[in-house]
């Protein structure tokens, strides 16, 4: 899977070498954002819950997403 990773992730659209911590981090992050629930997750990566939680999940959220949360922390 490894190598397939990197493969897929060195075209001319990436700016360097993917490893797949990284593509890891980007899935389980996007999932979460999503909506995945964290079994799913798990099933997927191959990490436990704590794990993923930890070490794999980062907010990827849109700058307008995030905009709407501090416009509506602004009216409490």
């Known amino acids: 899977m490894s190598d397939c990773a990197v493969n897929n992730t060195t075209t ?3 700016h360097n ?9 980007t899935l389980n992050s996007n999932m979460k954002c999503a909506g995945v629930s964290g ?9 436990t819950e704590k794990v993923n939680e930890e070490n794999y999940t980062y907010d990827v ?3 307008e997403e995030k905009s709407k949360f ?3 922390a602004g009216r409490v």
């Open 12 to 14: 001319a659209e990436f």
């Open 17 to 25: 070498k993917k490893s797949i911590h990284a593509i890891r981090r």
């Open 39 to 47: 079994t799913v997750a798990v099933s997927l990566l191959g990490h």
């Open 61 to 63: 959220s849109s700058m």
């Open 70 to 72: 501090m416009e509506c």
